[in-house]
């Protein structure tokens, strides 16, 4: 009992992290209710692994990542040059949440059924950052020219953030457009990886935009052959899609080839100065990109 418990209130972090409704419905925002569910997770965790003889950590292949990933990550933030200032902030905050928040996802997520629950948590949960990347784009609600935003609104205010993130969930989707064997739930998962594909064009990001590349260089030899319909209904879809963002966005995401040039070569300027808020952000990308490396190397 304790078990399931543990992870009924683990999956509600999740619904909440990924809807982030405090940020809409700002009374929630003092209660934190996600914090307060991950820590009676926990508790209930510490009974059930108590009353089971089980470890409390399982060193599982996302355990491990997740160690890495925090490892890492504190690396980047304690010692990056730019860094003005090690106390604990809001990067580090999220950091460490999200690396507990695998952690414990691993160690609770203890057969098949409770597998499938986390999957179908984030597909669902999603559908809110689907819906409101169609109601900017379709309200022109821009940023920087052409990219899509919504103020106030957590990680859709970040159009990078939300490219990368919808990169992710499209993963999610076609996870379960292949799993399903009804035809209609099968076209629901695949309209939402294609508005997917569509809200990542209109935010204009050119990291988006390579995600996108490297999951079709491991999607389509993989899948290409097993749905062949759905790989016709993407291929006729993508450039309909990208017909329709503006023309600043085409022009950022032109910029593509040059910018990985001068990455590898190690071209990428230092100073900051006479830039606009969008090229300041993207030479401060770059900047940490390459201290990134070094460190690793």
């Known amino acids: 009992m304790y078990s399931r418990l543990a992870f009924l209130f683990v999956l509600y972090y999740v619904a909440v992290a990924m809807t982030q409704p405090q940020n809409r419905f700002l009374f929630l925002h003092p209660f934190q209710p996600a914090q307060l569910a991950f820590l009676v997770a926990c508790g209930f965790h510490f009974l059930a692994v108590t009353q089971e003889g089980r470890p409390v950590v399982r060193w599982g292949p996302a355990t491990k990542f997740a160690f890495v990933l925090l490892f890492m990550g504190l690396l980047s933030q304690y010692f990056n040059p730019l860094a003005s200032s090690t106390a604990w902030n809001g990067f580090i905050d999220q950091l460490v949440k999200g690396a507990l928040a695998v952690i414990l996802l691993e160690a609770t997520a203890t057969n098949i059924y409770r597998v499938w629950a986390v999957q179908g948590t984030i597909l669902l949960t999603t559908l809110w950052w689907i819906k409101a990347g169609l109601r900017l784009g379709h309200a022109g609600a821009i940023y920087a020219g052409d990219r899509i935003m919504g103020p106030a609104v957590s990680m859709v205010e970040n159009p990078n953030a939300y490219a990368y993130f919808t990169c992710v969930t499209i993963c999610v989707y076609l996870y379960f457009f292949q799993q399903y064997h009804n035809k209609y739930l099968k076209g629901g998962f695949l309209a939402m990886a294609v508005a997917s594909v569509w809200i990542v064009f209109n935010t204009g990001s050119r990291t988006g935009m390579v995600l996108l590349f490297f999951l079709a260089l491991f ?15 993407i291929a006729l879809a993508t450039p309909l899609l990208f017909g329709t963002i503006g023309a600043m966005n085409v022009e950022r995401f032109r910029t593509i080839p040059d910018s990985a040039r001068a990455f590898f070569r190690g071209e990428v300027g230092r100073d900051l100065r006479g830039l606009d808020a969008d090229a300041h952000s993207a030479a401060e990308r770059s900047l940490k990109n390459q201290d990134t490396w070094r460190l690793i190397k």
């Open 219 to 233: 999607l389509l030899p993989k899948y290409g052959t097993q749905h062949k319909t759905a790989l016709i209904v």
